[in-house]
């Protein structure tokens, strides 16, 4: 599984359209950012840092054909990058984190 990070409005904006289209920095950069299961919980503490009302998607990567690629990224590591909307079906999971623990914190709590 690989997963997304993201503002509830955001995830509710995407059900309601059958698809994400990404943040502005994933428009900005030409696809949708998503994390390896050991790399999302950085990816809460680096770009998510006092945020809240946000959940964490869950994704199959298999329901996302050749549009997901895994490109180096942060120290050369691949990263998951879907260069086209994330349809909401590719979602497997979506758990809503709380509000009053860190978001890497509560990301780490998720996985287990």
């Known amino acids: 599984m690989i997963y997304k990070l993201l503002p509830t ?6 059900r309601a359209a059958g698809h994400l289209v990404g943040s502005a920095v994933d428009r900005q950069d030409g696809f949708i950012h998503l994390s390896g299961p050991d790399q999302v919980v950085e990816t809460a503490r ?24 895994w490109e180096p990224s942060r ?18 999971a979506a758990e809503a984190l709380p509000v009053d623990v ?3 914190e509560a990301v780490a709590a998720l996985l287990g």
């Open 9 to 14: 409005t955001e995830w509710n904006d995407a």
């Open 102 to 104: 860190p978001a890497a």
């Open 75 to 92: 120290g050369g590591a691949l990263f998951p990058h879907l260069y086209g909307p994330l349809p909401v079906t590719a979602v497997v």
């Open 46 to 69: 680096r770009h998510f840092a006092g945020a809240t009302g946000l959940t964490l998607l869950t994704v199959d990567p298999d329901r996302l054909g050749d549009r997901l690629r």
